[in-house]
């Protein structure tokens, strides 16, 4: 049976190569393509400053950290993302605070945000949910009259557009974190990257992704070549030549792999249009968005019926997924306090939602599959 997962890498010969010439090189480790990989995301998206690291969690975790969050702070977030948006804020003693998403994106919603502010609000991490840029201008303006720092979690939207500037510019936020694991726009394998165009964020983050090591600005200056000083309390989140070359090498295909995965989402458009099953996505006015992945969203009536549906699809040879679990709603969660109904919007969504096979290899085949199975299997469950 053909197996069709939700997203998968696209590796060609020329990544092979690029690996392979890095690994008979001197440098395997922290060689000269982690900058060669930085000063390409950074052509990409026109952000100033890009320190790639380990993973997306990483990414976070140290963007967290150069925004100054610390216990007491409160982070607000989308509940409909993965752990790892809210995990940045555990991580550095803070409370993730859950604003409830809009329905037509699955994107924080920009009213609720206000709403969720107290005098410990510290920052805003919006996500943008499948690739879909979150309205930048209306929190921006947000945090401005409140003094919030905005650190965007992109790793959904690499190559999307906000107002015909691209995701991860830096624009109209402090930092945006990027991933490259196998399921986004490119990879590295496991990877991610903090974009931003202030200076001062860009130092910190270099050395949180060191152990906190430099070699500049030294408190003592008497020591010889040697020295380097430990400043603050950092990490091991390097990343490696032999990621970075194959992110370099993602990297020039990154405008043809949205161009498909549009194309598939443009042909899934189409193919789904008044169905009386499920709602599709649809971009807004301002957006360009990166379709990470494909959501449909299930009418409320055949909610009950997802399970079933969901099941039926995995048997056929369909890896579909749900993109989110509310965080809130994972146990961890609930032990700190937090409670179902939080959120009801986004509770509603998760019961609804599934995503199915988006990625830039599917061949016509596979995406005319996709389609007459899902519809085949709707008008048989949902009777
Ligand atoms: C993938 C992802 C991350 C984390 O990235 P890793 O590279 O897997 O650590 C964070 N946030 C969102 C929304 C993601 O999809």
Not at 34 to 53: D, H, M, P, S
Not at 181 to 188: D, E, S, Y
Not at 354 to 383: E, H, R
Request: proline share 4%; aromatic share 12%; charged share 25%.
């Amino acid at each position: 049976m053909r197996y069709i997962p939700y997203g998968r890498q696209s590796i060609g010969q020329d990544d092979l190569r690029e690996v392979t010439k890095v690994l008979k090189s001197d440098w395997i480790t922290q060689g000269p393509k982690i900058k060669e990989f930085e000063e390409g995301l950074c052509r990409y998206t026109q952000a100033k400053y890009a320190t790639a690291v380990s993973s997306g969690t990483a990414a976070l975790h140290i963007a967290a950290l150069a925004a100054g969050i610390k216990q007491g702070d409160e982070v607000i977030t989308s509940p409909i993302t993965f752990v790892a948006s809210a995990n940045a804020a555990l991580y550095c003693g803070a409370r993730p605070v859950f604003a409830d998403i809009e329905k037509a994106t699955g994107n924080i919603d920009t009213e609720k945000i206000s709403r969720k502010i107290t005098k410990k609000t510290k920052a805003i991490i919006p996500v943008h949910f499948a690739g879909h840029p979150c309205d930048l201008e209306k929190i921006k303006a947000i945090a401005k009259k409140n003094n919030l720092i905005i650190i965007e979690d992109a790793c959904h939207a690499l190559g999307a557009e906000y107002k015909g500037i691209k995701i991860g510019s830096c624009r109209h936020s402090d930092m945006a974190v990027l991933s490259f694991h196998p399921v986004k726009a490119i990879t590295t394998g496991e990877g991610g990257a903090v974009l931003t165009n202030s200076k001062d964020y860009y130092k910190k983050l270099i050395m949180f992704r060191n152990h906190g090591l430099t070699k500049e600005n030294l408190e003592d200056t008497s020591q010889g070549d040697w020295y380097y000083e430990m400043q603050y309390l950092g990490y091991n989140y390097r990343i490696t030549d032999i990621q970075t070359c194959l992110g370099i090498s993602q990297l020039k295909k990154l405008d043809s792999f949205i161009r498909k995965r549009r194309k598939i989402a443009a042909f899934y458009d189409r193919a789904f249009k008044g169905n009386g099953y499920f709602d599709i996505p649809a971009e807004k006015e301002y957006a360009f968005s990166a379709y990470h992945l494909y959501p449909i969203i299930l009418k409320k009536v055949y909610a009950c019926k997802r399970k079933e549906f969901f099941s039926k699809m995995r048997a056929r040879g369909f890896g579909v997924q749900v993109h989110y679990i509310p965080v809130y709603l994972q146990p961890y969660y609930k032990r700190l306090g937090y409670a179902a109904g939080l959120c009801p919007l986004a509770e509603s969504f998760y019961n609804r939602q599934i995503s199915i096979p988006l990625y830039p290899s599917m061949s016509g085949k596979d995406i005319k599959y996709v389609v007459n199975t899902l519809l085949g299997l709707c008008k048989s469950v949902f009777k």
